[in-house]
């Protein structure tokens, strides 16, 4: 009754009379529409925890995100954005879109990115829901004006550490609740794939600078085992 499309699983049964001629056929569907929703959504969420398991940086995990979700719904216009509460910047380290170019970096504006990492809370806004959240003072236009806007907040532990968002600009392309639920269920271990990658990429150029600064000290730096053996030295040890 809403307008919105199930998925139906027919069985056909033929039916005969004693003469074993057929004289009919009995059908009985079964609405497999959440089971096959529930299913996406398992294979969506395996597919990204294993992505940030094997994949090595953020550009290819961004990809991956944007891929797996491209099997559930329309993603031409896909962006992620992270705060990074240290410089009270927010970034956009992917962002594919029909019309805008990536912004830059910036201080935490009045756009309906930063609306959902305010309130910490999904948002779906066709252009009457963003037309009031304008009269209301909430946002403003930012970019090109959409035709449906999806957003959701990356959490990791209670903590939004940015928002993944999906835009139409097409009156074909129309995200419904369903939509929003769907990338709202992911969206956590998209935050947790995030968070692991960037905690890897943190401790990867932190070991990378301390042995820079190991190799370029003019003392001599040796590290041996408890047996006296030499398993690291840099080159003024060497010397």
């Known amino acids: ?5 199930r998925l139906i699983a027919w069985n056909n049964t033929l039916l005969h009379n004693s003469q074993g001629e057929i004289i009919g056929l009995a059908s009985i569907g079964e609405d497999v529409t959440e089971r ?10 395996f597919k990204i925890s294993q ?3 094997n994949t090595d940086n953020l550009p290819d995990l961004f990809q991956t995100i944007h891929a797996t979700l491209g099997d559930l719904m329309p993603v031409e216009n896909f962006f992620i954005a992270l705060y ?3 410089t009270d910047l927010l970034s956009f380290p992917y962002y594919v879109d029909q019309y805008d170019q990536a912004p830059e970096s910036h201080k935490p504006g009045r756009g309906l990115t930063e609306y959902v990492l305010r309130t910490g809370k999904a948002l779906l806004a066709p252009q009457e829901v963003f037309e009031r959240l304008v009269e209301q003072g909430e946002v403003e236009l930012i970019g090109a004006n959409s035709m449906d806007w999806l957003g959701v907040p ?10 993944m968002c999906l835009q139409s600009y097409s009156p074909g392309v129309r995200y419904q609740r369903r939509d929003l ?3 709202n269920f992911v969206s956590n271990q998209v935050a947790m794939a995030i968070e692991r990658q960037r905690t890897n990429d943190s401790l990867n150029s932190t070991s990378q600078r301390y042995q820079a600064l190991v190799e ?13 053996q030499i398993l690291d030295c840099n080159s003024t040890a060497c010397q």
Do not use: C, Y
């Open 36 to 45: 096959k929703w529930a299913e996406k959504v398992q294979s969506a969420i």
């Open 51 to 53: 992505a940030a398991i």
């Open 1 to 5: 009754g809403d307008g919105s499309q």
């Open 181 to 183: 639920q769907m990338v």
């Open 154 to 163: 990356l959490k990791v532990e209670n903590r939004v550490i940015g928002v």
């Open 216 to 228: 370029a000290s003019t003392d001599g730096i040796f590290l041996e085992s408890i047996h006296g």
């Open 84 to 86: 990074n509460p240290a």
